[in-house]
């Protein structure tokens, strides 16, 4: 469990984070979301103590970072940044961490085979690509076995497998009863792992929510309906009090209408349904909602490629 | 347009790349997937004629790269969002570039205000994240207006506003009837701006393809079928019958059924008859991440297995509860090792598996070959991969036969 | 028991980094080869010495002329120790697994220290008795008046200027800064000062000419330092604590 309490932090005027509080509970994988420059990068190092808060305070366990003894047993955490001498081998990188908190040698071998790195383990880190970089650093986050994790942006430099490889861990880190709090910008990536969502903005907390009742409020959803029965269809939704309007195709949509309850429906009036199937707008539509307003570097979105404007003259040259 | 006709490279005796063919088109974003370590960088490099081809050629329009006229007006490439001076600022490594290859310099200002970078544009690119970084390499490759635009995984660290920027911006370019050509890892992400792919695994063309093919060869669709919660009879009942019809079922976590084998009006007229009432019926196609993972297994460098913990004791921590035991895991490591080419385990995909005459990757003889043809991915407990898994609802049909190389075999 | 476990761990990052042997063996090799050939060339040149330059040979610390080179080493490797865990982000790591920044920088400095200590003395020895031998029959011998204090000491000053860079790099972090300011300091600074008349009285106070006063067992004719053997390493063991405590504050206070 971790706790924050009123965290803050400023870096001379600016305010990076700014009195967050929120609990990242055991057993289910929290998603810490927000965009750049949001302040999730500094509140992650403020719950490790790296960072001193100006004031507030986060709490793992009940306990403040460096009142733990051996912390690497109680939380492991991959930090965005390479945090690696680059002339060490991956053994001796985490032989040195395991050896600060007492932990046995074995453990070392353990986790390069977890990560799938047993094969390089005595090569100078300085060669590994992105990916396995990325592999070294969820290594040293398991070491300690701790009960709690966090990643930061943990799929950069993956490739598919190690995507999938990694959700799948974070999910059952999370389903042994774990506290496991992940950051990231890919919103695909979060609605398959997360199950619960803490959303921050400019440094303040915008939500703190499950990622169900994350997207139901923040985007809208329907239930697509199609029927050979169509106009009838339509008489009995109308006569229900339901609006139905096309969607094109030949299909129908209801707004914020339940699936069980049309289904119900038409059951009652004996109408065949080829599709019921409820809608639901993706996270990244949710999340870009909420945050429309905290987004530090806007692109210019609406002109792609302005063409004409400079004109073709010194294409001909 | 950009072919490649048998292009090969070679570094000493490691082939990275093997005979690749194929033709990226214009007014379309064609994705470039494929493992790490797959080939795909030198394959990039190569139409960029940054390295040589050991044999065969790649063109840019009918032309070698390095024969291009005024290749910075004709291709635009992101490759390594780093390979910018540091000391110089956004505006002045933009303007060297555009220097170069005779390109006005008002055009520098309207490429830094597309990518959003005109209120830093005179701070030196050393104090730039990683996403910055990335917009200033999109601005250099959209500098010369060019026709053909080449991304190494552009949506690296980027954020949630920026991912959704550049894939509209692909796709825009794409609609101007430019050629575009993504690599990345991403495959929620592919799946969202990708209209056609190319994959490669180990340096061979594994596929070619539009994205609705390529997920339908490399796996089934399903419909999700939810009965009344109140009552569990009705789910019995239609479960039965639909298999009584011929269709396959499985459970998803949350209740429903997965059903693959039957199309959805036909899943109506039985439930009907039977006198289910339905709550939900919806299709569903599986993600292109699982149709890839398909194709691709066996060509992976790094795997991971299965954690021991052998002599490390767990302390726990005060207050915190003692581990839960996980559902259907059946022995003491965290989660499950992806799935093929386990030691001791006998490998997904045999090695060339030249008997099985449906393909290499479609392993229909060796149903618990595919993790991912397991129900509700979501939430969804670790399994041992020996866990007996259920049988492929359909033995996956693969595409042509000709544009499809064994990912394993004739290295 | 903590300590115990950081010492160890320090142990295993400084035995695994090539840095390490490479700034160590370039200390050994060129304080002992540097020491030997300006031994060789004094020795031939005696003859010629005015009966006042005669007066003040000291061949002891001749033998240890090799060191003013092989300090550079010794500084490098200093920075190098702290800065490493900076310039590669290894420090995030180090801290997340060591919170008690005091214990962190204690474990890593005890560690350095023991290390740059066992190769100085080694380092002193050998210089002294292969430059001894370089001199023939104007060498000087252990058991002489003053001399193993001054070879014991020569191993000091080598640590203590290894310890001093420590405590400078953990102030200034970057290894290029704290480079940056070292080697001017050591090998400008301290000449410059001493080369004009009006600052020379401040140049004596400067680490490595007050601690390298160890190292003389016959004092320049004239001599008027105003402090001794042991009270020049004194001011040098005074420098580097002023360092050390530098770095220790500014490591507690600031953010990793």
């Not at chain 1, 985490?94 to 453990?107: D, E, H, K, Y």
């Not at chain 2, 670790?382 to 359909?394: L, T, V």
Request: glycine share 10%; proline share 7%.
């Amino acid at each position: 469990m971790i706790e924050l309490e009123g965290l803050t932090k400023r870096y001379g005027e600016k305010v990076a984070v700014n009195n967050l509080t929120f609990t990242v509970r055991p057993g289910i994988v929290t998603g810490f979301l927000g965009p750049n420059g949001a302040g999730k990068s500094t509140t992650m190092r403020m719950v490790l103590g790296l960072d001193r808060p100006t004031a507030g305070d986060v709490r793992i366990d009940g306990r403040r970072y460096d009142q733990l003894k051996d912390p690497l047993k109680y939380i492991g955490a991959l930090l965005e940044a390479k945090a690696w001498h680059g002339g060490r081998s991956a053994y001796n990188h985490l032989l040195c961490l395991a050896q600060s908190n007492g932990i046995p040698t074995t453990r070392v071998r353990e986790v390069l085979d977890t990560v799938g790195l047993t094969a390089v383990a005595k090569k100078k880190t300085k060669g590994f690509s992105m990916g396995m970089g990325q592999r070294l650093g969820i290594a040293a986050a398991l070491l300690g076995d701790p009960r709690i994790l966090m990643f930061d942006e943990p799929v950069n430099g993956l490739d598919p497998e190690g995507i999938h490889w990694i959700r799948t861990l974070m999910k059952s880190l999370a389903a042994q009863g774990r506290t496991v709090f992940v950051s990231s910008h890919l919103m695909s990536e979060m609605a398959l792992t997360a199950d619960h969502l803490v959303v921050i903005g400019q440094g303040r907390l915008l939500a703190d929510t499950s990622m169900a009742d994350f997207i139901e409020r923040n985007s809208r959803s329907y239930v697509r309906i199609r029927s050979p029965q169509r106009e009838r269809l339509l008489d009995v939704l109308h006569r229900a009090g339901i609006t139905a309007v096309e969607s094109g195709n030949g299909a129908l949509e209801v707004d914020g209408g339940k699936a069980e309850h049309i289904g119900e429906l038409a059951a009652r009036h004996q109408l065949v349904l080829h599709e019921l199937s409820p809608q639901q707008a993706s996270l990244e539509e949710a999340f870009m909602r909420l945050t429309a307003e905290s987004v530090e570097y806007h692109a210019h979105s609406d002109a792609p490629v302005p063409r004409q404007q400079w004109g073709d003259d010194w294409k001909r040259s | 347009m950009i072919e490649a006709v048998g292009l090969t490279k070679r570094y000493g005796d490691k082939t990275a790349v093997y005979n690749l063919s194929f033709q990226v088109r214009p007014g379309a974003v064609t994705g470039f997937l494929g493992p790490n370590g797959s080939g795909k960088s030198t394959t990039m490099r190569m139409i960029l004629g940054l390295d040589n081809p050991t044999a065969g050629h790649v063109t840019i329009g009918g032309y070698p790269y390095r024969k291009l006229p005024n290749a910075p007006r004709q291709v635009g490439a992101l490759l390594d969002a780093k390979a910018v001076h540091g000391g110089r600022s956004a505006r002045n490594h933009l303007l060297s570039l555009a220097q170069l290859s005779g390109i006005p310099a008002r055009r520098v200002d309207e490429v830094l205000g597309v990518v959003g970078l005109h209120d830093v544009a005179g701070r030196r690119s050393k104090g730039f994240s990683l996403g910055m970084g990335q917009r200033l390499g999109i601005a250099a490759a959209l500098l010369g207006d060019p026709q053909v635009l080449l991304f190494d995984e552009p949506v690296n660290g980027l954020d949630p506003e920026g991912i959704l920027w550049v894939r509209n911006l692909m796709k825009a370019l794409a609609a101007e009837g430019r050629t575009v050509f993504v690599s990345s890892h991403l495959m929620s992400e592919m799946a969202l701006t990708a209209d056609h792919l190319i994959v490669i695994g180990r340096g061979q063309l594994l596929a070619d393809m539009s994205v609705k093919d390529f997920i339908s060869a490399n796996s089934a669709d399903f419909a999700r079928v939810r009965t009344p919660d109140t009552e569990p009879q009705q789910r019995e009942k239609l479960s039965a019958a639909i298999t009584e019809a011929g269709g396959h079922v499985l459970p998803e976590q949350d209740g429903a059924l997965r059903v693959t084998g039957l199309p959805l009006p036909r899943i109506s007229d039985i439930a009907h008859d039977a006198d289910v009432r339905l709550w939900e019926l919806s299709p569903h196609q599986a993600s292109l991440e699982e149709a890839y993972m398909r194709m691709t297994q066996g060509a992976v460098d790094y795997r991971s297995t299965a954690d021991q913990k052998a002599g490390l004791q767990q302390p726990l921590p005060p207050g915190a509860q003692p581990p839960m035991p996980v559902p259907g895991q059946g022995q003491p490591g965290w989660y499950a090792p992806p799935p093929p080419q386990q030691g001791g385990q006998p490998s997904a995909v045999p090695q060339g598996a030249p008997q099985a005459p449906a393909g290499p990757y479609a392993a229909p003889g060796a149903p618990a070959a595919n993790p991912y043809a397991q129900p509700a991915p979501q939430g969804q407990a670790p399994q041992a991969p020996q866990a007996p898994a259920a049988p492929p609802a359909a033995p996956p049909t693969v595409p042509t036969a000709s544009d499809v190389t064994k990912p394993e075999d004739a290295r | 028991m903590a300590a115990a476990q950081v010492v160890r761990s320090e142990w295993t990052k400084i035995r695994s980094v090539a840095s390490t042997v490479w700034t160590l063996s370039l200390a050994v090799v060129v304080t002992i080869a540097l020491g030997m050939l300006i031994s060789a060339l004094s020795r031939s040149e005696f003859d010629g010495m005015s009966a006042r330059d005669r007066l003040s040979f000291d061949p002891t610390f001749i033998s240890f002329a090799g060191m003013s080179l092989g300090q550079l080493a010794m500084v490098v490797f200093g920075v190098l120790v702290v800065s490493n865990e900076y310039s590669t982000g290894m420090i995030r790591a180090s801290l997340a697994a060591v919170p008690q920044r005091g214990t962190f920088l204690f474990g890593k400095l005890a560690v350095a220290t023991a290390l740059a200590l066992v190769v100085s003395l080694a380092t002193s020895f050998a210089a002294f008795f292969l430059g001894q031998a370089m001199l023939g029959e104007h060498r000087a011998s252990l058991g002489d008046d003053g001399v193993l204090r001054a070879v014991i000491g020569g191993g000091l000053y080598m640590t203590l200027i290894a310890v001093f860079s420590m405590g400078v790099a953990t102030m200034l972090r970057s290894p290029m800064l704290s480079l940056g300011v070292l080697v001017p300091f050591f090998f400008l600074i301290s000449s410059i000062l001493g080369y004009v008349e009006a600052t020379k009285e401040v140049g004596r106070f400067l680490p490595d000419q007050a601690g390298s006063r160890i190292m003389q067992v016959v004092p320049p004719v004239g001599d008027d330092t105003p402090y001794g053997p042991w009270g020049g390493l004194g001011i040098m063991v005074l420098w580097v604590i002023a360092a050390l405590l530098g770095g220790y504050v500014l490591l507690k206070r600031r953010d990793a």
